[in-house]
């Protein structure tokens, strides 16, 4: 964690390794999580309950969906907000392939499929763009 540059290195696929970036308003709350917690896991999320394991792919995903629940939010996953995310920084205007990079996408055909384009925003860019 570089809470300075707001970034962290994460594993993804294939235990490959990227750097991600978090906002002003994370660090804060990463700073108070790390506050409570009373173990020496290097692990960013660990378990609630003592060894305090890192925390894996199902265990984010129960927290995450359970979360969404308690929201009354159905079809919560750490994918939605993913997606959602590369979608939000394509249509502020963010070029497709810094946005690849961000989700570590090695092919650009996989961030394409993967971010939903808002059509509002293809009118405005034809306006701007074509005529």
């Known amino acids: 964690m570089n809470f300075q540059e707001r970034s962290c290195v994460v594993l993804g696929k294939g235990?490959?390794?990227?750097?991600?970036?978090?906002?002003?308003?994370?660090?804060?709350?990463?700073?108070k999580y790390l506050?409570?917690?009373t173990d020496d896991?290097?692990?960013?999320f660990v378990s609630l309950i003592?060894?305090?394991n890192r925390l894996g792919i199902s265990g984010?995903?129960?927290?995450?969906r359970n979360l969404g629940k308690e929201a009354n939010i159905n079809k919560v996953h750490p994918h939605?907000?993913?997606?959602?995310?590369a979608t939000m920084a394509i249509d502020?205007?963010?070029?497709?392939?810094?946005?690849?990079?961000l989700l570590g996408h090695i092919k650009i055909d996989t961030t394409m499929e993967y971010a939903m384009v808002n059509q509002n925003n293809v009118?405005?860019?034809?306006?701007?763009?074509?005529?």
């Open 15 to 31: 235990n490959t390794e990227r750097e991600v970036y978090f906002s002003a308003k994370s660090k804060m709350y990463i700073e």
């Open 35 to 37: 506050e409570t917690r």
């Open 41 to 44: 896991n290097e692990a960013l």
């Open 50 to 52: 003592k060894p305090y």
């Open 60 to 64: 984010i995903e129960i927290i995450i």
């Open 80 to 85: 939605k907000f993913r997606r959602t995310m």
């Open 92 to 101: 502020k205007g963010m070029p497709i392939e810094q946005v690849q990079k």
């Open 123 to 131: 009118r405005n860019s034809h306006r701007k763009y074509i005529t």
